[in-house]
């Protein structure tokens, strides 16, 4: 369907970007078919998955329905609710596995970290808007410190993976507004000169040892180099076509940790093996090529910005995931998108993608304000 063709159709009128909607749908439904395997059966948590997909749904789709301008005049306000919320969490959060990252409210638990994707790249996105592009040195700065605030409260949680995806999600947008590849060079020099403080100062012991697992995994098979190790057993075993739905041996006998969650990539390359793995990064790839064609497609800055670092960090999210499980890159805790199991992350990507929909489908609303 053409982009003429849907704007005459009822899903454009509902503000909803069908070709969007139906990779999302896929995706989510190739989620809980692996869900079921790596869950081990469990109704349980396929219940709470299913709820979590449709509570995601409902949010995209009545972000969908609110105007991006409303967005762009909200950015401040959640931007300073999140950065209140990560002092929060720093002072007063639960500790789980050894990271003080999730808030409790009573009525409801979740990990500000994750709002933080999008607050980050909203006001940055808002601040950018309102200069002209590409963005002069002192509002390059200005950005910087509104993208780093964040980032230094996620990372003293600690949650180096998650400060490093949040930090990411402000400087595409950077990038994207046409900062000069000058100030890009200057800002990589610096980040690789930043490097020895962070590992001698700011990490902490079992981040090192993660870094250095990566080397030499086998020097600690029963302890920091075990999901390595583990996991890169399920993938190579998997071969071409897999071993068969639920029929994966090392998720299925529980070698295998975290296999609903952050691990959950080696289960699919176990059971349905690189057929199953190229089926996943071919929706992955359809999503984010549709992104940006709704990216090049914006009528304001503020639209193009957002979408593209929206599809850019999505990106990021999935090589992540994939390095880390695969031996690549060290283990840092970061959920493959829309697949692993969690509440927080799905809600969050899928209230982007209802923005990404929004800028999208109220083109037409914008063009004529301009």
């Known amino acids: 369907m053409t982009d003429n063709q849907q704007k005459g159709s009822l899903w454009y009128k509902m503000h909803i970007d069908l070709p969007f909607l139906i990779i999302v749908l896929a995706l989510l439904s190739y989620s809980a078919f692996v869900m079921w395997s790596a ?6 948590m396929m219940e709470r998955k299913v709820g979590q997909i449709a509570m995601g749904l409902v949010v995209m789709l009545v972000m969908a329905q609110i105007p991006p301008r409303v967005y762009e005049s909200w950015a401040p306000y959640l931007y300073f609710v999140c950065v209140i919320l990560l002092i929060l969490v720093d002072a007063f959060g639960q500790i789980s596995k050894g990271a003080q990252r999730w808030l409790d409210l009573g009525f409801i638990r979740f990990q500000p970290s994750e709002i933080a994707k999008i607050a980050v790249p909203l006001m940055v996105a808002r601040f950018m808007n309102r200069d002209v592009c590409p963005p002069s040195l002192k509002n390059t700065g200005i950005a910087l410190i509104l993208i780093f605030l964040p980032t230094l409260l996620v990372a003293a949680q600690p949650d180096l993976g998650t400060s490093i995806l949040v930090a990411a999600s402000g400087l595409f947008v950077l990038f994207l507004s046409g900062m000069s590849w000058r100030l890009i060079a200057i800002a990589a020099v610096l980040l ?3 490097i020895p403080i962070l590992w001698f100062f700011l990490m902490h012991g079992y981040q090192r040892d993660r870094v250095m697992m990566l080397l030499d995994p086998e020097s600690d098979p029963l302890g920091a180099g075990y ?14 076509s897999g071993k068969g ?14 296999r609903h969650t952050d691990f959950i990539f080696a289960v699919l390359a176990e059971e349905l093996g690189l057929i199953g793995v190229l089926i996943l990064l071919a ?19 503020f639209g193009r910005v957002m979408v593209g670092a929206l599809m850019l960090i999505l990106f990021v999210y999935v090589f992540v995931n994939i390095g880390m499980v695969s031996g690549i890159l060290p283990v840092v805790g970061v959920p493959l998108p829309l697949v692993s199991y969690g509440g927080s992350a799905l809600i969050v990507l899928m209230a982007g993608f209802g923005i990404v929909m929004s800028i999208h489908t109220h083109r037409k609303m914008l063009s004529k304000n301009l």
Not at 39 to 44: A, V
């Open 39 to 44: 869950s081990g059966q469990d109704m349980g």
């Open 283 to 301: 929706l992955y790839l359809c999503l984010i090529m549709r992104g940006l064609v709704i990216a090049a497609h914006a009528q304001t800055t």
């Open 245 to 258: 739905w639920l029929h994966g041996t090392q998720s299925q006998l529980e070698f295998l940790p975290e």
């Open 227 to 240: 999901h390595i190790i583990q996991s890169k057993i399920a993938i190579g075993s998997g071969g071409l």
């Open 192 to 194: 690789a000169a930043f």
